[in-house]
């Protein structure tokens, strides 16, 4: 069960300027030891003041340490407090308005969501902790309305670019490229298609 607190950020005047300026708590119930793996338990950030529902649906995580989060909704949570020994999670809203997002890449500190409508770049100009400026990374890969088509997976590559793949269920005649994985080029303005013939796939990538 998350809690509710007042946003604070060193340095900003008008914090209340924020579309969103509460944060949510919640609380890590720490795994038992059993083996290979231990799992802790951290808590949703709901309730919360919008009543946004909540399935995230992509994880990464900056070089600090913080988590950007996707929600399959189309909102992007960034998430406080995920080191080792600590018993509480900040998350506060970073950005909403998207369609369907399943995977979320942290380059350079800035967050690329892939959607329905692409693949965006959130940009926080203004340093306030929200993103207020969303750019059309790339929408040059086909994209349709069709059940599970939506990219199931997105990595960044090296060269500044991404691998994308798409779902691959097909339940009507108006899906384009299902099942494809395709490189997009670090400019954003054209594609290669790597493989063909998969039903929803998700990428493993050898750096």
Known sequence: ?????????????????????????????????????????IGLPVPNPWNRNVRFS??????????????????????EGLEEGSDTVTWSRFASGLHELK???????????????????????????EADFYENFSNIVPQTAETREFAMDMVATPDGGFIVAKGGQVGTTRGKMNGTIVKISPDGRSFDVIATGLRQPYIGLDP
């Open 1 to 41: 069960i998350g809690s509710l607190t007042k946003n604070s950020i060193p340095g900003d005047e008008s914090p209340d300027e924020k579309r969103w300026p509460a944060t949510v708590q919640s609380k890590i119930e720490p795994g038992t030891p059993n083996g290979t793996l231990t799992f802790d338990d």
């Open 58 to 79: 992509g994880t990464d995580f900056f070089p600090d340490g913080r988590a950007a989060l996707c929600t399959f909704d189309g909102d992007v949570w960034l998430a």
């Open 103 to 129: 995977t979320v890449c942290v380059v350079d500190n800035e967050i690329f969501v892939s959607g329905r409508n692409g693949i965006t770049c959130l940009h926080d100009t203004d340093g306030n902790g």
